[in-house]
């Protein structure tokens, strides 16, 4: 292969055209560095919203990035909804907090029971069973409430053990003792028997529920309702009433039909109050 001879006579043929060409050239062409640079000025430049925002830590998407502006959250948002080692402290009742709870859960169930005591009705439970030998025998209720209990301390004791039973001693005889207090504050000549029953085991199912929620009770069945409930899963509140059905049924040896029927509508009165309200988990407080 052969090479044609460089005519030097032609014009840009000589070594110095050369040179002349390419810097020519590289002056007219800007390179892709120097491109990209210009036009990310004329970007800025021409921007209403000035510079780009910085990208996110790298391998976060946007969404993931933290707000700087939002405030730092600390301690417990809300006891009910959180597990961690806070709630520990805050779902745990103080002292003056029991104090309240055992004593405003005894005197709306003495009170509720003063007021079915009034209409001549009857109840479950150790209360229904108090109040139906009283209109038997005419002893008084708050000495045979304290007596048809004793049995089941035993059972309290061996089940729940010596804090919730010296509780339990506790609201037994405070409710004795408000059921001489009330006659005393209350002089009633008279009381409509359907409202005194209805009226009256709602009140003693709202201080059971306290009483439940402050880790007490009021004895007897409501120990073995809640013993069930806690090694069975069976709900104190249909435990509850299904002795309280035997209990009313059984006191046609004593009232009238007409009392028994209310009175067994004020059970399931009652014993919805507990049902509803008194589920396993649904209430973290504890004593």
Excluded: C
Aim: glycine residues 10%; hydrophobic residues 50%; proline residues 6%.
């Amino acid at each position: 292969m052969t090479h044609e001879p460089l005519d030097e006579s032609r014009p840009g043929t000589t070594p110095a055209a050369r040179a002349d060409d390419v810097t020519r050239t590289s002056s007219a062409t800007p390179t892709a560095s120097t491109s990209r640079a210009a036009s990310a000025e004329r970007n800025a430049v021409d921007s209403d919203d000035g510079p780009a925002p910085e990208s996110s830590p790298a391998g976060l998407p946007d969404a993931a990035t933290p707000d700087a502006a939002a405030p730092a959250r600390h301690g417990i948002d809300d006891p009910a909804l959180t597990g961690s080692i806070e709630t520990v402290d805050a779902n745990k009742h103080t002292l003056a907090e029991n104090v309240m709870g055992v004593v405003t859960g005894v005197f709306l169930a003495s009170f509720g029971l003063f007021l079915l005591k009034t209409s001549g009705a009857v109840s479950g439970g150790t209360a229904g069973l108090a109040l139906l030998t009283s209109y038997a025998t005419g002893w008084t209720f708050g000495v045979l409430f304290v007596l048809v209990n004793v049995p089941f301390f035993a059972l309290a004791v061996w089940k729940k053990g010596w804090p919730f039973t010296l509780r339990t001693v506790l609201t037994v005889v405070m409710l004795s003792a408000f059921s001489y207090l009330h006659p005393l504050m209350f002089d009633i000549d008279g009381i409509n028997p359907i409202y005194g029953t209805l009226a009256g085991n709602l009140l003693v199912g709202v201080g059971l529920l306290i009483l439940f929620r402050h880790g007490a009770s009021l004895g007897g069945i409501n120990i073995l309702a809640l013993v069930l409930q806690e090694r069975a899963g069976l709900r104190a509140g249909y435990v509850q009433m299904g002795f309280d059905v035997v209990i009313v049924l059984t006191s046609l040896t004593v009232v009238s039909p007409w009392i028994v029927l209310l009175s067994a509508l004020g059970a399931v009165v009652l014993n919805l109050v507990l049902a509803m309200n008194h589920k396993a988990g649904r209430y973290v407080g504890h004593t």
